[in-house]
């Protein structure tokens, strides 16, 4: 159905901490991996690559995820379900491992939520979902997630008080969507609410208040329009979940034109219904001397920031850049060699590819720090 709801990602977490001139890397280890998949047999999309269940309200099902352990140790795995969202850019988004379900993940549930795998075992693990008795007809969508709890360490410590250490955690994260599809009429629904703009970096961006009021995925098109600015931005909608919102921003100038400026949004969705908003947006008098100064500040903490942080970010980068690598290699090593698998376990199974996604956040501890993605 949707690309981005066959899911099998891998969450990279990096937290990084500055606290002055000269700097020192210390580099992490590698996590442990474990993979999963939907186990043989399971109700699936028609590439066998998510669960599709449809069922009815007040229904429950039972149904298996396979996991394994391609470690040439020991690990445990923590399996547990995450809710899932749209992102601001669309697109399906889940829970990190940490975290806790509060709507469609919260119809998940396990037997035990984790798992001791010798090196090389792989094991089938149920679980159920449970629909509330209340549920309207729809699509709801949440996730099975797998991981390795990270290890507790100390931080380190740089040796030299004018050092700045970086210490990365890097958390391999499995996920595989779960869809559940209640019998009745649906149709997606993308509504516009509103619009203003915003100061992001050295920009002026169009911020859009954009909804799926339906009870069905959303995806298709669209256009953004401000005439008198010769603005014209086209766009695809990835999936967009039922009853959720975001907040959809497009670049609009470098400088503020004072005025009150047309809006126009058109969004078409994958049924073909196309929804239309036209608005103004008034940067005169107040705010737009505010984002006028907003935007003199970015351009001149850039100018400045840019030669003194920049080498920062690039050591930051390449840290993560090499252990993603060496994460990459460790796997190709490890399909390579051998495996006694137990008799007990499956062995059938469609794998997926999966992707790394890292995110950046630095803690200012000390002067000269800052805090940047």
């Not at 445990?76 to 469609?104: L, N, Q, R």
Request: net charge positive.
């Amino acid at each position: 159905m949707y690309k981005a709801l066959r899911v099998l990602s891998t969450l990279a977490v990096a937290a990084a901490t500055f606290v002055s001139t000269p700097i020192a890397a210390h580099g992490a280890q590698s996590p442990d991996l474990v993979h999963a998949v939907v186990a043989p047999g399971s109700q699936t999309d028609s590439h066998a690559g998510y669960y599709v269940l449809r069922l009815n309200p007040g229904a429950t099902i039972t149904q298996q995820i396979v996991v394994s352990n391609p470690n040439h140790h020991a690990v445990i795995a923590d399996v547990a379900s995450v809710d899932a969202s749209t992102s601001d850019a669309t697109g399906a988004v889940y829970g990190t491992p940490d975290s806790t379900p509060v709507g469609t993940g919260s119809w998940i549930s396990f037997v035990t939520n984790q798992l001791q795998l010798a090196p090389g075992e792989r094991r089938s693990l149920p679980f159920t979902v449970t629909v509330p008795r209340n549920a309207k007809p729809g699509q709801y969508l949440a996730a099975v997630s797998v991981a390795v709890p990270l290890a507790k360490t100390a931080a380190s410590t740089p040796p030299d008080r004018r050092q700045a250490g970086f210490e990365v955690k890097l958390q391999p994260q499995r996920v595989i969507a779960v869809e559940v599809d209640v019998p009745g009429p649906r149709a997606p629904h993308l509504v516009v609410r509103g619009v203003k703009p915003v100061v992001q970096g050295t920009t002026l961006r169009l911020q859009f208040d954009v909804a799926n009021t339906g009870n069905a995925f959303a995806k298709g098109h669209g256009t953004v329009t401000v005439a008198d600015t010769k603005t014209r931005q086209d766009f695809k909608i990835g999936t967009f979940i039922s009853h959720t919102a975001i907040k959809y921003a497009i670049a609009w100038t470098t400088d503020v034109v004072p005025g009150l400026h047309a809006v126009t949004m058109r969004l078409q969705d994958q049924t073909g219904r196309i929804a239309t908003w036209t608005g103004t947006v008034d940067v005169s008098g107040s705010l737009g001397k505010q984002l006028q100064h907003d935007l003199t500040s970015a351009k001149q903490l850039s100018h400045k920031s840019g030669t003194s942080f920049a080498w920062i970010a690039w050591l930051v980068i390449a840290i993560c850049i090499a252990a993603a690598i060496h994460l990459r290699r460790r796997r190709a090593v490890l399909r390579r060699a051998p495996r006694h698998e137990p008799s007990s376990t499956h062995t059938t199974g469609r794998a997926e590819s999966d992707t790394q996604e890292i995110t950046m956040s630095a803690n200012k501890i000390g002067a000269g720090a800052g805090r940047g993605l």
